[in-house]
């Protein structure tokens, strides 16, 4: 006798650079991360509200050689338990290493991983079980909202703060002052 298949979770899709950490441009290192406010809040709130966590991160500092996967791994790492100190699980952490102008070798292509392509969130979804119209995605560039739209995310949010959140987000993208703002929309929208 089988045992039912647990229904399917939604997530919140974090970018990780701006959203997650202060982006300095490349952070790959502990002694260079400074969280932004709010990020330990709206996570443990999103997993009060069901929510598996997931990272989706475009990572052109390993295209361009900036730092090896390894490092970057070991930085994964890291994070991993910085958050899990604060209380925050996450599920899973997905990057796209590539970039198709400036990426190295092997690195250098036109992926299916690189937002705005929804690859990241497509393959999160059948790793760990997710209903991505129930879902939550949270960026800081049109890239981010715009891979949500492509996976089917339900809910797409871009923190307004962002200088990258250029040119104007679509109609169905609801902009956010801070992560504060951010934890109020997915309470609202989760409560619908
Ligand atoms: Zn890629």
Redesign the pocket.
């Known amino acids: 006798m089988t045992m039912p298949a647990a229904a399917p979770r939604p997530a919140l899709f974090l970018d990780r650079d701006g959203v997650v950490n202060v982006n300095h441009g490349y952070v790959h290192r502990a002694e260079d991360t400074a969280f932004v406010p709010g990020i330990f809040e709206l996570c443990r709130s999103a997993q009060a509200l069901g929510c598996a966590l997931v990272i989706i991160t475009?990572q052109a500092g390993i295209a361009r050689g900036h730092y090896s996967a390894a490092q970057y791994h070991a930085y994964s790492g890291w994070l991993r338990g910085a958050m899990a100190a604060q209380g925050v699980l996450l599920d899973g952490i997905y990057h796209?290493?590539?970039h198709p102008e400036f990426g190295v070798g092997p690195c250098r292509?036109d992926?299916?991983?690189?937002k705005p392509?929804p690859?990241m969130i497509l393959q999160a979804a059948r790793d760990l079980d997710l209903d991505l119209a129930r879902s939550a995605l949270l960026g800081d560039s049109v890239s981010d909202s715009e891979a949500g739209r492509r996976a089917g995310v339900g809910l797409l949010m871009l923190l307004s703060a962002g200088a990258a959140a250029r040119p104007t987000p679509a109609a169905d993208v609801q902009t956010v002052r801070d992560l504060d703002a951010a934890r109020r929309t997915l309470q609202r929208w989760c409560a619908r």
């Open positions: 475009n796209c290493p590539h292509r992926c299916t991983c690189r392509a690859g």
